[in-house]
T-cell receptor, first 112, second 115 residues
Framework: GNSVTQMEGPVTLSEEAFLTINCTYTATGYPSLFWYVQYPGEGLQLLLKATKADDKGSNKGFEATYRKETTSFHLEKGSVQVSDSAVYFCALSDHYANDMRFGAGTRLTVKP | EAGVTQFPSHSVIEKGQTVTLRCDPISGHDNLYWYRRVMGKEIKFLLHFVKESKQDESGMPNNRFLAERTGGTYSTLKVQPAELEDSGVYFC?????????????FGPGTRLTVL
């Protein structure tokens, strides 16, 4: 079945550091891939998505590229800010399953 | 446009009690999903409604959990009787018909603590 494996946290970085959160997936078909973010006290928000191989999703300085050959969708940001402190979830869905499959979440803390 | 709302935001109950969680999806969204995140682990699917019908309830942990969506609008998730392992954050999500694979819109979640 479909599944997502996500880099375990927590991750603590200094402001302006480079961020990578690894995500790999297993899927029988051609899934869509997502990064959701949960800021403190808020719900899950879609950060970015990619629907086919080699697509790059980007938003708020974050990027992730759908790599079919390595079944990966790693999240990157060149320079993190304190306001990026949140929990990040990698997820996938496909046209056949009714559910979205999530990774365990990675808590990011950015210190000034 | 209002987003997905959930009530209550927090609930603390004792083992054996009953709790009912409510979810109001985005207006016009026929797909409604319930998910749960337990103890900092992955968010797991519980069930999926299309309008008022249960499309998939394969993720429901046991028969202590009952979900309803009367009239195809809001949904409730009742846990009766609650057990310690039911503690976690319960998320609701919605999406337009035929678009569930594309993006689901999530509510803020209900944090349930069973003592």
């Amino acid at each position: 079945g479909n599944s997502v494996t996500q880099m375990e946290g927590p991750v603590t970085l200094s402001e302006e550091a480079f961020l990578t959160i690894n995500c790999t997936y297993t899927a029988t078909g051609y899934p869509s891939l997502f990064w959701y973010v949960q800021y403190p006290g808020e719900g899950l928000q879609l950060l970015l998505k990619a629907t086919k191989a080699d697509d790059k999703g980007s938003n708020k300085g974050f990027e992730a590229t759908y790599r079919k050959e390595t079944t990966s969708f790693h999240l990157e940001k060149g320079s993190v800010q304190v306001s990026d402190s949140a929990v990040y979830f990698c997820a996938l869905s496909d046209h056949y399953a009714n559910d979205m499959r999530f990774g365990a979440g990675t808590r990011l803390t950015v210190k000034p | 446009e209002a987003g997905v709302t959930q009530f209550p935001s927090h609930s603390v109950i004792e083992k054996g009690q009953t709790v009912t969680l409510r979810c109001d999806p985005i207006s016009g969204h026929d797909n409604l999903y319930w998910y749960r995140r337990v103890m900092g682990k992955e968010i797991k699917f519980l069930l999926h409604f299309v309008k008022e019908s249960k499309q998939d309830e394969s993720g429901m942990p046991n028969n202590r959990f009952l979900a309803e969506r009367t009239g195809g609008t809001y949904s409730t998730l009742k846990v009766q009787p609650a057990e310690l392992e039911d503690s976690g954050v319960y998320f609701c999500a919605s999406s337009p018909l035929g678009q569930g694979y594309n993006e689901q819109f999530f509510g803020p979640g209900t944090r349930l603590t069973v003592l």
